[in-house]
C-alpha cells in the first residue's frame, strides 16, 4: 500500500500513530486539547486533508460538530440524525467508506470549506463512536470522518479498521466531553442570575486552577438548591470558605450562615451547642438556651468535622434532617426547625460507617452533594496569588509597605508540599511580614520548615561561605529583575561599584540578557 503515493509500511505507521494516539489520552490530559490532538496526529500520520469530530448533544439529540483539524475555517454545523452521511453513520451505527466525494451529494461542503477541485480529489470516511457498553441504550456517542486523499478501496478499507480501533480508544473521553458538553449547556441555561439577583463571586477565594474552578462550579450548582452538601478534603484547604460561597449564592444569603466545629467542643456539650438545653437539664444549665439549629433557622448551619460527633449526637441531626424537628436537652417538646445543612470533613467517613463509628443512614442524607477540595500540593498554580493575596492582607493590617515577594522565595513557595494546606500558606505569610523590615520578602524571611532538604531538594547542609554566596546570588538576581539587566542602575541600587556587579555577574555565570525587558515581578 502506499499513502499519498509514497510507498510505506502500513503496518507501522499504524503502531507508530496508535502510540502517540495513546500518550494524547493520558488521564491527566485535559478532554478537548488531547482529542484534538488526536486528529492533527491523525491528519499528520496518514496525510488526512481534515479530521472531524461530532459529538451528540444529549439536549438536542443533535450531533454537533465540536473539535476539528482543517487547514480551512470550519462553521459550527449541526447534523440531524440520519440526514447527510455524517447523520446516517450516527443513526446506524455503521462506518462508511465514500471512494469519491464528488460521486455523492450529502456533503455540508460550503461549511468544511472543500472546492470543487478538492471534492473530485478527496475520499471520505466517517465510522462511528460507540460506548464501552455495546448493552447501553443510545451506545452511540458521535462519529469521526476523515478527508482522504484519493486511494484503492482497499486501503481506505484498511483506513476504516484502524480508525475503528481509534474510536474504541476514545470513547471514554468522548463520553466525559459529552457530559462537559451537557453540564456548560445546563449552566448556561441557569445563567448568573438566582432569585433575580447577580450571585457575587466568593470574597477571598482564589482561583487559578482549574481543580479549584471545578469545585466552586459545583458550589455554584448545588447553592440555589436545599441539598445537602458534604466538603471533604485536608485540613486546611478551605472549606469553611466554600461554605460560605455556596451559602452566599443560595436564596438563604440574607439568612444567617451559622457555623460550629465538632472537634472543637466535648462530646457531652456538642448536643447543648446544637440542639440547646432547658433549664436545669444538666449541673449548670441555670437558663433555658436556643441551640444552633433554632439560631440558624431559616438559614445555613455548617457542621465542621461531622465525623467527630458522637453516634447519640449524630441520631439526633438525622432526625432534624429527615423530620425538620429537634428536642432541647432535658425537654420533651418537639421545636419545628428549617435549615440548610453543609457538612465537612478531612476524615474518610467509609472507613468510620465499617469501624461502627458513623451512622450509615447519616452518611447518605450527608453525602447528598460531595465536594472534593484538592489539597493545594496538587493546585501548584494557585500558591503565588494566595501568597500575593496574604502578602497584601497583612502588609496592611500590620502597616509595613512589603511588595512583592522574591523569586527564590517563590521558588520555595511552589518546591514545598504543604502538609497544612492554605492554612499552613496563611501562617508563612504573615510570619514572614512580621519579620521582614525591608519591601521584599526574600527566602530568610520564611519559616525553616521550607528550607528544609526536601523542599530546597537538597540533602547537604550550607556551609557558611554557601549561604553567603547565595544570599550574593539572590539579591544580584532580584536587583538586576528591578533595572531590567541594567547592570549600572543595578549597582546604583545596590550601592555598590559597577566593577563589583560585572564581577560578581560572571563569578555566578548569572545570565543579564535573560532579564532584560523582564518586568518586576
Known sequence: MSINGQPEKVENIYLSTLNEILGSIAPQNDLEPSLNSILKILAKDLHFQRAFLAIMDPKSEKLKLSITHSPAKIDHVTYSPGKGVVGRVYETGKAVVIPRMSDNTDFLNKAFGRSEEELKSLSFICVPIKKANPKEEDNILGTISVDSPILAMDNLLEHKHFLEV???????????????????????????????????????????????????????????SRATALLRGESGTGKELLAEAIHGCSPRRDKPLVKLNCAALPA????????????????????????????????????????????????????????????RVGSEQPITVDVRLICATHQPLEKLLKEGKFREDLFYRVNVFPI???????????????????????????????????????????????????RELKNCIERA????????????????????????????????????????????????????????????????????????????????KKYTGSKKK
Open 166 to 224: 481509534v474510536a474504541a480508544l476514545i470513547s471514554n473521553q468522548v463520553s466525559r466531553l459529552q457530559e462537559e458538553m451537557a453540564l456548560q449547556a445546563q449552566m448556561l441555561s441557569q445563567g448568573p442570575l438566582i432569585g433575580g439577583l447577580e450571585v457575587p463571586p466568593p470574597a477571598n477565594f482564589v482561583a487559578t486552577s482549574k481543580s479549584i474552578k471545578q469545585v466552586l462550579r459545583q458550589a455554584r450548582q448545588v447553592g440555589p
Open 433 to 512: 511580614v512580621l519579620i521582614c523590615e525591608e519591601e521584599v520578602i526574600r527566602t530568610y524571611h520564611l519559616p525553616p520548615t521550607l528550607q528544609t532538604a526536601e523542599s530546597t531538594a537538597t540533602d547537604t547542609s550550607l556551609s557558611f561561605g554557601e549561604a553567603v554566596a547565595k544570599f550574593e546570588q539572590e539579591l544580584l538576581v532580584d536587583s538586576l529583575k528591578k533595572a531590567r539587566g541594567n547592570m549600572l542602575q543595578a549597582a546604583r541600587d545596590l550601592r555598590v561599584s559597577y566593577r563589583i556587579v560585572n564581577y560578581k555577574v560572571k563569578k555566578y555565570n548569572i545570565d543579564v
Open 268 to 327: 457531652e456539650l456538642v448536643e447543648s451547642e446544637l440542639f440547646g438545653h432547658q433549664k436545669g437539664a444538666f449541673t449548670g444549665a441555670y437558663q433555658n438556651k436556643r441551640g444552633l439549629f433554632e439560631v440558624a433557622n431559616n438559614g445555613t448551619l455548617f457542621l465542621d468535622e461531622i465525623g467527630e460527633l458522637s453516634l447519640d449526637a449524630q441520631a439526633k441531626v438525622l432526625r432534624a434532617i429527615q423530620e425538620k424537628e429537634i428536642q
Open 372 to 422: 472534593f477540595i484538592p489539597a493545594l500540593r496538587e493546585r501548584r498554580e494557585d500558591i503565588l496569588p494566595l501568597a500575593e493575596q496574604f502578602l497584601e492582607l497583612f502588609s496592611t493590617e500590620y502597616d509595613k509597605n512589603i511588595k512583592r515577594i522574591s523569586s527564590p522565595a517563590i521558588d520555595l513557595f511552589t518546591q514545598y508540599h504543604w502538609p497544612g494546606n492554605v
